[in-house]
């Protein structure tokens, strides 16, 4: 006996082929029965009619920057007056003003206002979004955004640790003592705490070097801790190339990778996370190496970068149209970026990401006639129904 069983549906579990007339059981918060309609014959306590609707894996947003205090819409307009963004930072502003108004915030303060942004992935069927550190740069701010996260409700969250996100005003010209003080005295708290679910460095010339990053990844390893990296956003550090040396989850960003870089990537199994949002609103022009990417089979996901500064994006959906319009990604790709691949990003590709029996029961119901739609619309709010271990509440 199963808990319940959707019919009536359309599926495209992401993995295998899609079913035009499906069924689709959940029990005990996980799938336990996925097939074609024709061939279910047993029983469930319950059963929905999903009205012809398509149904997806829930969408996993896998960076973001989710938590933090203030917006930059000041700088937004310094942008479009011609200052780059790398200018804003070096002034001090960027990033750091971001951190001041971070630390002032309460966790209170936080939690409530990550919490409103977060209704529009609920809204777009997400069920996991990975929310990193890195406005605090101090170790009581940084704690106090692991904490938020965590608090967070009506999706599941990963956090990661982002202390090495850009050097704090109390460090100027002391950028390998701060990288220690993350790696001694930051990190193995927020680690011992159980609040980091990986470790994560912004590795750029306005940031942090390779062998910066290197050594905060040595301390991840040291703590048991999987690592991804900020790869070659805006100049190519051989960022994307370290993250494969140290076995990464993923290398995101990515625009100026070489193809050694994307190699590399292959053979340790990373992922590729694309950030269109960014992208975008910052304006650039160089693509990150989608064909190398292709031709070495490297996973691709996508994910919004939500964060203040490069990226105020707060829809899966449009981050996917972009991927498709600007890096001229196929919508399955985009798909794929925002739900198998996205899992595997994360290191959750044994419980999320597809629809497979075993799996977590995370999935949304669509009124669309082709999952294509998806990445197609532009604004569009297409989502019935989104399911969490089986369950359309927040849990
Ligand atoms: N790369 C980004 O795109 C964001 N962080 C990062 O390391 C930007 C963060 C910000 O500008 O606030
Ligand atoms: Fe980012």
Redesign the pocket.
Known sequence: MHDAVWLNAKLAPMAGGVIRDGALAATGGRISWIGERRDWQDQARAEHDAHGAWILPAFVDCHT?LV?AGN?AHEFELRLKGAS?EDI?KAGG??LS?VRATREASEDQLVASAQRRLARWIDEGTAVVEIKS??GLDRDTELKMLRAARRLTGVKVKTTF?GA??LPEEYKGRADAYIEFVCDEVLPVAAREKLVDAVDV?C?RI?FSRAQAARVFDCAKRLGLPVKL?AD?LSDLGGAALAAEYGALSAD?LEYSSEQSVQALALAGSVAVL?PG?FYFLRETRLPPIVALRRNQVPIALAT?H?????PLSSPLLAMNMACTLFQLTPDEALAGFTVNAARALGLQATHGTLEVGKAADFALWEIDSPAELAYAIGAAPCVSRYINGDSHHF
């Open positions: 920057h933090y930059r963004y930072a960027g990033i971001t890195g406005y982002l996100h850009t912004f750029e940031a900020h956003q960003h950030l960014a970068d964060n203040p500064g490069s990226s």
